[in-house]
Structure formats: C-alpha cells, structure tokens
C-alpha cells in the first residue's frame, strides 16, 4: 500500500528552512552517535512516535525504553539517516507549528566498510518552538511501497 506524498505551494523563509534542517542534523547526529537520551530531548516531553510496523512510543522515557532495547541491533555497525526533499508547511501564525515530510534513507557499514541500505520511508512530522528551540511533537513514520496499478 502506498501512501500519500504531500506538497504545499506555500514557502518558508530562507532562515526557518535552514534552522529546521539543522534541527534535523543534530537530532539525526544524536540517534547515529547511539546518544538516546540526547535524541529523546530533541522531543516535547509527550512527544510520540508511530512507527512504520504500528508500534507507537509515546513520551521520552518510553523513546529510550524502547532505543535501549534496539541497542544489540546496532553493535558492530555504523548508522547515518539520510534525509531529503524536506517540505516545511509554514505555520499560519508565527510561533505555531510547523508540519514537515521527508524522505528517509538509513544506511548501516559494517567494520569491513560494506554498506546496506534499510527499506526507505517518508516521514510526517511536527515541530514546535519551546523556550526558543525546535522539538518534535510527533513523527509518523511510513514505509515506502510501490503504488497500486
């Protein structure tokens, strides 16, 4: 099944698109490092996470729970999420939420340097501004699937 892609015809300024795919970097720098907890504090503290298979982790203790039982998936490998064709809807009003898709790729590269890829995804989050700072209120994930012909 696949799923919806979305657009927007309206624009963000040059300065929010850039604090937003900083935002990204750092998160995305945080959970390659294996830093979980530093990840979970890039989210609202009722931030949630609907995973591609349905698993939902609402709250950050229950992001680290569920990261820290993920852990023996990642010895031995190196991590790097890849995204792109960031979309940011603006809000309507400044200091609201923004809804942001992407594009996801993960790759992992072993100690003999051979790299593979994880199935790729599109991604819906949204993000809020909280004593200055961009976190995630949610993020659903969605796994790409050829569309229905």
Do not use: C
């Amino acid at each position: 099944m696949s799923q919806v892609v979305r657009t927007t015809e309206r624009q963000v300024t040059g300065d929010l698109y850039a604090e937003v795919r900083t935002f990204y970097a750092r998160q995305m720098r945080r959970v390659d490092a294996l830093d979980i907890e530093g990840f979970a504090e890039t989210f609202t503290e009722d931030g949630e996470v609907l995973h591609a298979n349905g698993e939902v982790a609402k709250g950050r203790e229950a992001m680290v729970a569920g990261m820290r039982a993920a852990l023996p998936r990642y010895r031995d490998i190196a991590v790097r999420h890849w995204f792109d064709h960031v979309l940011i809807e603006p809000a309507d009003e400044p200091g609201e939420e923004l809804r942001v898709s992407y594009y996801s790729l993960v790759t992992r590269t072993d100690r003999a340097g051979v790299v593979t890829f994880e199935p790729t995804f599109t991604v819906e989050d949204v993000l809020v501004r909280r004593e200055g700072q961009l976190l995630t209120r949610s993020r659903v994930i969605h796994r790409d699937a050829p569309a229905a012909v």
